[in-house]
């Protein structure tokens, strides 16, 4: 079994979800701090259209932002000689672009479910608004936004449409482990589709026991307080 396709997607995945997880996070925190509800609701929603829109779609967004001939896939040629569509970083920002709304929402829900009066507290007691985010909103958030990174990683492991459209199925490079299962299957070796998808099963039952795991003591550990 060529192992590459593993390597390839525990990297993008172990990186799309170290940037998802503050993007998600700090979006969230933005969000619920706007006063005007209209914005709110428009804000929400471009945050979130990743989530409904079909990967294909997503992914095709992303081709003509990052494309050699359009304007930001230029001018990283140009000026990092780094060109972005169908390198392994293309595989990380479509994953970040699909796990991104699950993060977010996840984490918006659970500062929305944090008592307010904590928070207003806190900036009674003249608490500055960066340590009252870590210390009272995100504390107290803590099980639901470890939900919504388990949430995001898988969907950053399991990301398919979105990442052969920006990044294609290039062997060794780009292919990772669900465009694997896509092309063994295509090929008709089923045999070593199977295993890929065994791969992806373990993967992710295992990161959903042990983020379920962190959840269960950060939860234990607040109500203990």
């Given at each position: 079994m060529?192992w590459?396709?593993?390597?390839?997607?525990?990297?993008t995945a172990?990186?799309?979800i170290?940037?998802?997880f503050?993007?998600?996070?700090f979006?969230?925190w933005a969000?619920?701090?706007m006063?005007?509800?209209t914005?709110?609701?428009i804000w929400?929603?471009i945050?979130?259209?990743?989530?409904?829109?079909?990967?294909?779609?997503?992914g095709?967004?992303?081709l003509?932002?990052?494309g050699?001939?359009r304007p930001?896939?230029?001018f990283?040629?140009?000026?990092f000689s780094?060109k972005?569509?169908?390198?392994w970083f293309a595989?990380?920002?479509?994953?970040?672009?699909m796990?991104f709304p699950l993060?977010?929402?996840?984490?918006?829900g659970a500062?929305?479910?944090v008592?307010?009066?904590?928070v207003?507290?806190?900036?009674t007691?003249?608490m500055?608004e960066?340590d009252?985010?870590w210390?009272v909103?995100f504390a107290?958030?803590?099980p639901?936004?470890?939900?919504?990174?388990?949430?995001?990683?898988?969907r950053g492991?399991?990301?398919f449409g979105a990442?052969a459209?920006?990044?294609g199925?290039i062997?060794g490079k780009?292919r990772?482990l669900?465009?694997?299962v896509?092309?063994?299957v295509a090929?008709?070796?089923m045999?070593?589709?199977y295993?890929?998808?065994?791969?992806?099963?373990?993967?992710a039952f295992?990161?959903?026991?042990?983020?379920?795991?962190?959840?269960l003591?950060?939860?234990?550990?607040?109500?203990?307080n």
């Amino acid at each position: 079994m060529d192992w590459s396709p593993i390597i390839i997607s525990m990297k993008t995945a172990s990186l799309s979800i170290f940037i998802t997880f503050f993007l998600g996070l700090f979006a969230a925190w933005a969000v619920v701090s706007m006063k005007n509800e209209t914005w709110k609701m428009i804000w929400d929603g471009i945050l979130t259209l990743p989530m409904v829109l079909p990967p294909t779609v997503a992914g095709f967004f992303l081709l003509y932002i990052f494309g050699v001939k359009r304007p930001v896939g230029q001018f990283f040629i140009e000026y990092f000689s780094v060109k972005i569509a169908f390198s392994w970083f293309a595989t990380v920002i479509a994953a970040v672009t699909m796990s991104f709304p699950l993060m977010y929402r996840s984490a918006r829900g659970a500062f929305e479910q944090v008592d307010q009066n904590l928070v207003a507290a806190a900036r009674t007691l003249g608490m500055g608004e960066w340590d009252n985010f870590w210390k009272v909103l995100f504390a107290n958030a803590i099980p639901g936004v470890l939900s919504g990174g388990v949430l995001a990683f898988a969907r950053g492991l399991g990301e398919f449409g979105a990442t052969a459209m920006i990044a294609g199925n290039i062997a060794g490079k780009t292919r990772t482990l669900p465009m694997a299962v896509y092309s063994e299957v295509a090929a008709g070796n089923m045999d070593a589709a199977y295993r890929y998808v065994a791969v992806i099963v373990v993967i992710a039952f295992i990161s959903i026991i042990l983020m379920n795991l962190s959840a269960l003591k950060a939860g234990g550990h607040r109500g203990g307080n």
